[in-house]
């Protein structure tokens, strides 16, 4: 099963990297930073970073922007609200929520890999109200409520 998606690169950004995959079975295509000057994220800060691009998806399609797992590891770099998505019927320009999690201040420069968009189908799902729910064995159990860490 394939998609077409189309991708457009915003004015100004021609020289940035259009999306890919770094291996052949990866499902992430890596986003680049279309910064136009360095970015500095000191410990514990938060910060939109542009790519340049923007993208037209079909119906039954989102993307999910993830952390890209080196930086997490490496530097504490990592998405905010991860997944991050975004809707088919959004055209505007891809941003990406970075944070600090590490201990050291670290440098965003232009085209440098930042995060990764994987895509997903999205099911046509109905909402149903009704006046209570079938039993389960769990119930209501919620947050830590088997016993296990």
């Known amino acids: 099963m394939s998609f077409n998606v189309q991708i457009n690169r915003l004015a100004g950004n021609e020289d940035i990297e259009l999306p890919r995959k770094m291996s052949e079975l990866a499902s992430g295509f890596d986003l680049y930073a279309a910064v136009t000057e ?3 994220f000191l410990p ?3 910060g939109l970073v542009p790519t340049g691009l923007a993208i037209a998806m079909p119906a039954g399609l989102e993307a ?3 952390p890209r797992s080196g930086l997490a590891f490496k530097h504490g770099i990592t998405c905010l ?16 929520l970075l944070i600090n999690l590490g201990e050291e201040p670290f440098t965003i420069k232009r085209n440098e890999r930042i995060a990764q968009m994987v895509f997903q189908i999205v099911p046509e799902v109905n909402l149903i109200p009704v006046d209570e729910l079938s039993d389960t064995e769990r119930g209501a159990g919620g947050f830590g409520h088997t016993g296990k860490n």
């Open 64 to 66: 999910q922007i993830r």
């Open 44 to 46: 514990g800060q938060r």
């Open 81 to 96: 609200n991860t997944p991050g998505t975004i809707d088919a019927d959004y055209r505007g320009e891809i941003k990406v």
């Open 38 to 40: 360095d970015i500095v």
